[in-house]
C-alpha cells in the first residue's frame, strides 16, 4: 500500500496547524494580565503540543511501516458489514 506512504507525509499539515494555534495563543498570553486565563492559554497550548506530537508520530509510523494504526480496526468493520451484506439483500428480495 504505498498510497498509506503518502498519507504519512500528509500529517505535516495537521502538526503544522496546530503548532500555529499554540504559537497565536502563547501570543496572546503575552497581552493577558489575568492569572487565571493565563493558566488557560498555557493548559491549551500544551494540549496543542500533545495534540501535534501524536499527529507527527501517526504520520511518522504510517511512512516508516506503510500501515497506518487504525486499519486493524477499519478491517474488522469492513468485515462486520460485508458478512451483514447478505442478510439486508435478502430482506431487500422479500419485500
Do not use: E
Amino acid at each position: 500500500m504505498p498510497f498509506m506512504r503518502l498519507f504519512g507525509v500528509f500529517s505535516i499539515i495537521p502538526t503544522t496547524i496546530f503548532l500555529a494555534l499554540s504559537f497565536f495563543v502563547l501570543f496572546t498570553l503575552r497581552k493577558v494580565d489575568l492569572q487565571g486565563l493565563k493558566a488557560f492559554g498555557y493548559v491549551v497550548a500544551a494540549l496543542l503540543w500533545v495534540c501535534a506530537a501524536i499527529a507527527f508520530g501517526v504520520g511518522v509510523y504510517t511512512v516508516s511501516t506503510g500501515r497506518h494504526p487504525m486499519m486493524p480496526m477499519m478491517q474488522r468493520m469492513m468485515q462486520g458489514s460485508m458478512q451483514q451484506s447478505p442478510m439486508i439483500q435478502q430482506q431487500m428480495m422479500n419485500r
